[in-house]
């Protein structure tokens, strides 16, 4: 404050130091900015609870959603969203669709003065875990003809996740002597869902029962 004087009737009594004066007299508190986020996440099951930015699919983060006034000073001040660094985490690993996922790492751009503060450095969006693809390929196999479809090849087992598990057999289509299809008959999947994060695939295979010599 500048141009300070006295006043009143005995102020030729009084000799004034300085004509000016500062102090803090008041605070101007940060602006706090509400984030929401529209849209869903997408990814494959792969055994982790992230979601990363390249699976952020058509999640919009938007800034004051609704609130005219702070738009309007968002925009005076060149003031945006830099949603580059978001991640996401999952309560769980498994597939499903409209999974919660809280996401994190979204910072205000051009806010250098602090003027505006973030109401929370979290918010909750919607993500799918889509089920893996696993492959069982059944093995090539022949014997010969003993009455029952068993076979002895193994069938191999494709499209994983690190830490699950599963066990497959195969079998000949038919218990009769000729040229037959190795089929995958049964399997188990141990990833701690039942094996609902994993859509199956099966795939055949040539092979040959060939006729019993009698004598």
């Known amino acids: 404050v500048t141009g300070l004087a006295l006043g009143g009737d005995d102020a030729a009594n009084y000799e004034l130091a300085s004509t000016e004066a500062s102090?803090?007299?008041?605070?101007?508190?940060?602006?706090?900015?509400?984030?929401?986020?529209?849209?869903?996440?997408?990814?494959?099951?792969?055994?982790?609870?992230?979601?990363t930015y390249e699976q952020?699919?058509?999640?919009?983060?938007?800034?004051?959603?609704?609130?005219?006034?702070?738009?309007?000073?968002?925009?005076?001040?060149g003031v945006t969203l830099d949603a580059s660094g978001v991640?996401?985490?999952?309560?769980?690993?498994?597939?499903?669709?409209?999974?919660?996922?809280?996401?994190?790492?979204?910072?205000?751009?051009?806010?250098?003065?602090?003027?505006?503060?973030l109401s929370a450095d979290a918010v909750q969006g919607l993500a799918d875990i889509a089920k893996k693809t696993l492959t069982l390929t059944a093995a090539t196999d022949s014997k010969i003809y003993d009455g029952t479809t068993a076979s002895t090849g193994v069938v191999t087992i494709e499209g994983l996740v690190d830490g699950d598990s599963a066990t497959a057999t195969q079998r000949f289509d038919t218990k009769n002597a000729g040229i037959r299809q190795l089929v995958v008959e049964t399997w188990a999947i141990s990833?701690?869902?039942?094996?609902?994060?994993?859509?199956?695939v099966t795939v055949d295979a040539a092979g040959e029962i060939e006729k019993r010599v009698l004598t």
């Open 56 to 77: 952020l699919g058509s999640l919009i983060f938007a800034l004051a959603e609704g609130d005219a006034e702070t738009l309007a000073l968002l925009a005076a001040d």
């Open 191 to 200: 990833d701690g869902n039942a094996g609902e994060n994993y859509e199956v």
């Open 23 to 51: 102090g803090e007299v008041g605070t101007i508190t940060a602006r706090e900015v509400v984030i929401s986020v529209t849209g869903r996440g997408s990814k494959v099951y792969d055994g982790t609870t992230v979601l």
């Open 87 to 117: 991640t996401g985490a999952f309560a769980d690993r498994n597939a499903g669709t409209a999974k919660g996922v809280t996401l994190t790492g979204y910072v205000l751009a051009g806010n250098e003065l602090g003027n505006y503060v």
